[in-house]
């Protein structure tokens, strides 16, 4: 499957069209697949957006469209991959600027996710001069902007024919409004969002400074909904050097803890059309302590998996031949809710190499065909849960 070209602005432009469509479904459960085929679920994201600061003003000037669509192709694509590289996930552009969430705040306990979300928004503020000699090489005006980011309970709104996702709910408002009390080429954050940062180790290693944004609503109101914070690197260079260690410390101790689980801290959603299968399976990996849930249908899966935390199941294993839902669209939709989703596929199917072709990511040891001998099976299953991803 080819990746989308983010260079294109039509690409971007797509999406919202796509989306806004979308946007006048107001199902919230799997219905039937035969049908309008949405899922929508709702669950706690951190929401980010950014755009440009007087774009149309450093555009008037440029005659050529193909000179105006490069201008905000390469801030467009620049921005993505620090998005991407930092496990969020873009979901439409707003003209010049593009609405983003990190899937994997739905944990509001994982802290390397808030990590990627001050990182990613710092690391867009730290790439302002490279972007700009790019723009400058290509006879453009430089570019500033503005990042702001928010946490809270959305609704996430997905397509079971496709792969575009949309968000709506108050801390989408909420950031888009914000956005624009963030000076030039900084990061703020509303207050719910720094409230779950407390929590984290993270608090200690940015420096946080409240920003007034109530000059033009009621000052009189004490809890006002614009309450934010500007983010900045700690600048000391002791303070770095034991950020540092901090952070060394930390990834050695999750890789620990993950070894250290017992069994029966995983959960594994286990689903396959065949009743008969669907037992053996069961019986051979609850044997050992492990959690299972098992599905027979798979679009009931989906809705199941949609309803929970989708970080809960710490592994999924299915069939690539079902009905209504096979296994290589099931995978698609749950990559969707959960980018990380770790993955064994069983087949009686000679379908290795198409598997692998739509999905690099996954792995030959991933894919085990029927017959299955258990212990392989188990086998297969340590290894994956053993490795944090």
Do not use: W
């Not at 697949?33 to 950014?50: A, E, G, R």
């Amino acid at each position: 499957m080819g990746q989308p070209n983010f260079e294109s602005p039509i690409y971007y432009n797509n999406i919202l069209r796509k989306n806004e469509r979308q946007s006048d479904t107001s199902s919230t459960t799997l219905i039937d697949i035969n049908q309008i085929t949405f899922l929508n679920c709702t669950h706690k994201y951190c929401v980010c957006f950014i755009d440009i600061i007087d774009s149309t003003k450093n555009t008037n000037d440029i005659m050529r469209s193909d000179m105006i669509q490069g201008y905000y192709s390469i801030f467009l694509n620049t921005m993505s991959n620090i998005i991407r590289n930092h496990n969020g996930r873009v979901i439409k552009n707003s003209g010049d600027g593009l609405l983003y969430y990190f899937p994997r705040t739905v944990n509001s306990e994982n802290e390397s996710a808030f990590y990627d979300v001050l990182e990613c928004g710092l690391s867009m503020i730290d790439e302002n001069n490279s972007l700009n000699d790019n723009l400058h090489k290509q006879g453009l005006s430089p570019v500033n902007y503005r990042i702001s980011a928010n946490y809270g309970k959305v609704e996430l709104a997905i397509s079971l024919n496709s792969h575009n996702v949309d968000l709506f709910g108050p801390p989408v408002n909420v950031c888009s409004k914000i956005n624009r009390f963030a000076p030039s080429n900084q990061m703020i954050i509303h207050q719910d969002l720094l409230q779950v940062i407390k929590e984290t180790s993270a608090f200690k290693e940015y420096d946080f400074r409240t920003l007034d944004c109530t000059q033009d609503y009621n000052r009189a109101s004490p809890n006002s909904l614009f309450k934010t914070y500007s983010v900045h690197r700690i600048e000391d260079d002791n303070k770095k050097i034991e950020i540092q260690r901090s952070k060394r410390k930390r990834i050695f101790d999750d890789q620990q803890h993950q070894q250290s689980l017992p069994n029966s801290a995983f959960n594994i959603l286990l689903i396959d059309d065949d009743e008969d299968i669907l037992f053996a399976f069961h019986s051979i990996i609850s044997s050992e302590g492990y959690n299972v849930t098992t599905f027979s249908n798979s679009a009931r899966a989906l809705s199941h998996f949609s309803d929970k935390n989708p970080y809960f199941y710490h592994l999924v294993i299915m069939d690539i031949r079902m009905p209504e839902l096979n296994g290589i669209k099931l995978y698609s939709q749950l990559k969707i809710l959960n980018p990380d989703v770790r993955v064994i596929f069983l087949s009686a199917l000679n379908a290795l190499e198409e598997v692998l072709s739509i999905f690099p990511e996954i792995k030959y040891s991933e894919i085990i065909r029927k017959p299955i001998e258990p212990e392989k099976l188990l086998s297969n299953i340590r290894s994956i849960l053993r490795n944090p991803i």
